[in-house]
């Protein structure tokens, strides 16, 4: 078939650095595992992070159908909404946001700041959701209404997370093989926040395309293996299908499930310990959602010898730092 089209939004290819401080701060009998970050923090667009490359893809696919209006669903703080509604703005379509209010027990700065003040900025129209709707029935419901308005709406999943979306990180996986390559780097592990589960399906399919041989961990921020791992490897089948391609060599998918804590959202001190850590020691801002949650996973992996000192990580940052503002009495002493 032929390749799907994608439009330019990101700065690519994101930055690829070594994080020997956090190494130190990790090391047992003065010796760590070397570390490195996939920085896609920083691909550039509206505050950066990994949606950005994904809507490279779908809004591409938006304008091919002759969308006017991007609609797409997410918690407040979803810095999929944000980077959603900026790339709307950048290309002249509407958005509108079906955000659901279903993380208890926030503070203020949760429902003022953040994702949620730059979701404003970029101009996209807000609905706030009540915790437990059925999500299909209110996006079917929410396009609609549009059509019925006389607007054509697109309507782009949670996280981005369909074939298409994913396909983008199956891009960002080759480009980050090359950018090892050219470095001379044997990547032993990958770990990366697991979500809706697009990311790490990319990543998978990317390694299994490129024969990496490295291992993919994924660290969920909110379902259990079973249920992450279903998602997950139901999408990498998807984009094999969505580009009528065969999957050859699977490489085993792993999650960890045991950053999650209270939920989607909520705090954890591994998830404080992890963002204090990289800042302290790199100047690198974590987020409180997902990358937060994924070094602590790292961070575990390491000091349980499951990441070796003799081993190489990659720890793929995926943004989100604007969600730290949401949470100030979380890291305030
Ligand atoms: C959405 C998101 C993720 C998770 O990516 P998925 O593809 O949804 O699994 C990770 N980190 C950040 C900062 C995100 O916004």
Wanted: with cysteine; proline share 5%; charged share 20%.
């Amino acid at each position: 078939m032929t390749r799907p089209e994608t439009i330019r939004l990101a700065l690519l290819p994101t930055p690829f650095e070594q994080l020997p401080r956090l190494s130190q701060a990790l090391a047992r009998e003065d010796k760590g595992p070397s570390i490195w970050m996939k920085r896609d923090d920083c691909t550039g667009f509206a505050g950066g992070g990994n949606k950005v490359r994904k809507l490279e893809y779908l809004v591409a696919e938006a304008l091919k159908q002759g969308a006017d209006t991007l609609v797409t669903m997410g918690a407040i703080q979803s810095n999929h909404a944000r980077q959603t509604a900026a790339a709307a703005a950048r290309n002249g379509l509407a958005c509108v946001l079906l955000l659901t209010d279903s993380v208890a027990n926030r503070s203020e700065s949760y429902r003022t700041n953040g994702n949620w003040l730059l979701d404003q900025i970029f101009g996209a129209e807000i609905r706030l959701l009540p915790a437990g709707g059925d999500a299909t029935a209110i996006a079917n419901e929410a396009v609609s209404g549009l059509t019925a308005q006389g607007k054509r709406p697109y309507f782009i999943p949670v996280g981005g997370s369909n074939a298409l979306g994913s396909l983008a990180y199956r891009d960002a996986l080759l480009e980050l093989a090359g950018q090892a390559k050219a470095d001379g780097i044997g990547i032993d592990h990958i770990v990366v926040p697991t979500g809706s589960g697009g990311t790490h399906a990319g990543i998978l399919a990317g390694v299994e395309d490129a024969g990496l041989g490295c291992r993919v961990r994924g660290v969920s921020v909110s379902r259990s293996s079973e249920q992450a791992g279903a998602i997950v490897s139901g999408l990498v089948n998807d984009i094999y299908a969505l580009e009528g391609r065969q999957r050859g060599q699977q490489v085993a998918l792993e999650i960890d499930d045991s950053q999650v804590g209270p939920g989607y959202g909520q705090p954890t001190p591994a998830m404080i310990e992890a963002v204090e850590l990289v800042a302290r020691t790199e100047g690198i801002l974590l987020d409180p959602v997902y990358t937060g949650k994924a070094m602590a996973g790292l961070v575990a992996l390491v000091r349980g010898g499951t990441i070796g000192p003799d081993e190489t990580v990659v720890f793929w940052h995926t943004g989100g730092a604007p969600g730290l503002y949401a949470y100030p009495e979380v890291f305030q002493g």
